[in-house]
């Protein structure tokens, strides 16, 4: 099987693209990613000599390249690439529109043209909007995006669900909860805590700091997505969540006490503008149709998560520093326009 994967020098990408080739050692995999700030070709080390691995440099609104990637007998599109971080969103909203509705729009007409057998839509719980107290976001949840962000990926959601039912398609729309684990962009909560802890500077928190969330150990995210493509029915959505609520306070001081850290770190500040209070995904489908489960409790995975970052601190300093992307340059020069093992 060849998959085109949108996004895999990012966080959720990365570790998926490293899954998938330690899973289906047989399987092609070509690479694309804008490297925007969130790209980081470190993450794919790993990988990056696999000659059943290729990096490509390219934006997925880009029609002329994406069409000639899907033209190289390309079986499964999963499309990962997305601006992702909320506060960003708010501040330029254009730029999520056009990659996570736009970007979104180009692949679905290649992956038309070009017969592609399975296009997957990696999308968020967030498109849901927020909960109350009680309940928890299902498949038929009512999508009710709050920020800039939630919107552009829900428009980018509803393309794919159009093209499913005027071209007929073959798509799957999976939507998580929040994810952690290893090469998470720094400025995304779990990470910016340890750092900030580790240093010994205040770690902020927005408002009352009880804003819940459901986590997801990022490995098991891979794992369910997995078995989206080869068991996911066409045009179906499935709902991938940890089974794992806490408030963000929790989250704070649970990586305090591991880090041996005084919680008189933590400094409340303004709330961000609609700041969702509660997402919680319900994953029966998923468990129930896939056969998936989750390995991870939040517990082990928040110890493995902090043990990683602790281990790789050079890692985050340099994307800290913006000194990672210098590393595109140093392996790749001139060429990262062109496709790499």
Sequence with gaps: MKLLVTGGAGFIGSNFVIYMLNQ????????????????????????????????VKADIADAETMNELMSQKVDVVVNFAAESHVDRSILEPDIFVKTNVVGTQVLLDAARKHDIKKFVQVSTDEVYGTLGETGLFTEKTPLAPNS???????????????????????VNITRCSN?????QFPEKLIPLMISKALADELLPVYG???????????EDHCSAID????????????????????????????????????ESLITHVKDRPGHDRRYGIDPTKTMTQLGWKPRHSFETGIKDTIRWYL???????????????????????????????
């Design 24 to 55: 289906h050692p047989d399987y092609e995999i070509i690479n694309v990613d804008a490297l925007t700030y969130a790209g980081n070709l470190e993450n794919l080390k790993s990988v990056e000599h696999q000659p059943n691995h290729t990096f």
């Design 148 to 170: 800039p962000y939630s919107a552009s990926k829900a428009g980018g959601d509803l393309i794919v669900r159009a093209y499913h039912e005027t071209y007929g398609l073959p």
């Design 179 to 183: 994810n952690y684990g290893p090469f």
């Design 208 to 218: 009352d700091g009880l804003n819940i969330r459901d986590w997801l150990y990022v």
């Design 227 to 262: 078995l989206v493509i080869h068991q996911g029915a066409s045009g179906e959505v499935y709902n991938i969540g940890g089974n794992n609520e806490r408030t963000n306070l929790q989250i704070v001081k649970t990586i305090l006490q591991e880090l041996g850290k005084p």
């Design 311 to 341: 281990g790789h601190q050079e890692w985050w300093t340099r994307v800290q520093s913006g000194a990672y992307q210098k590393y595109y340059a140093q392996q790749y020069g001139d060429r990262l326009g062109d496709q790499q093992g």
